[in-house]
């Protein structure tokens, strides 16, 4: 199944760019945005909410964004409180502390993606499940 819209949310430039080689040659989206900031996630997510039809159909959020005022587990949480929960969410971090990866499944992240080198088979791996969560039947996994 291919992801119509995605938008990561990553402080990092560079890896802006491996994800989006990494979901082009796994064809993964058809449609990708990458954004440096959480305050600017959370700006476009209002803005959404007056055009539902403009939101993405799944978020990839960093754990830590330099430079934005609350981090990746709190814009998680945003995205299914105070935006409506009409997107899949989760986190794609260099982490995979146990802590944060529990709060970030409290604040409704639906998986954790761990960056590394090879982001590919995690990234084919989320490809097989996303049906899973859009459907919200999917249950949390770590892509370690």
Request: hydrophobic share 40%; with cysteine; glycine share 6%.
């Amino acid at each position: 199944m291919i992801i119509n819209s995605i938008l990561l949310v990553d402080d990092e430039n560079l890896f802006h760019l491996v994800f989006e080689d990494a979901c082009s040659l796994l064809d993964i989206a058809l449609h990708l945005q990458a954004i440096d900031s959480a305050d600017k996630a959370d700006h476009l997510f209002r803005e959404w909410s007056k055009d539902p039809t403009a939101r993405p159909d799944c978020v990839f959020v960093d754990l830590n964004i330099i430079g934005s005022s609350f981090d990746g587990i709190e814009l998680i949480r945003k995205i299914n409180t105070d935006h409506g929960n009409g997107c899949v969410t989760g986190i794609i971090s260099s982490s995979a502390d146990k802590a944060e990866i529990a709060k970030a499944q409290s604040a409704g992240a639906q998986f954790w993606i761990v960056k590394s080198d090879e982001i590919e088979p995690r990234l084919e791996a989320f490809k097989r499940d996303y049906p899973s969560y859009k459907g919200k039947t999917g249950s949390f996994k770590v892509y370690a």
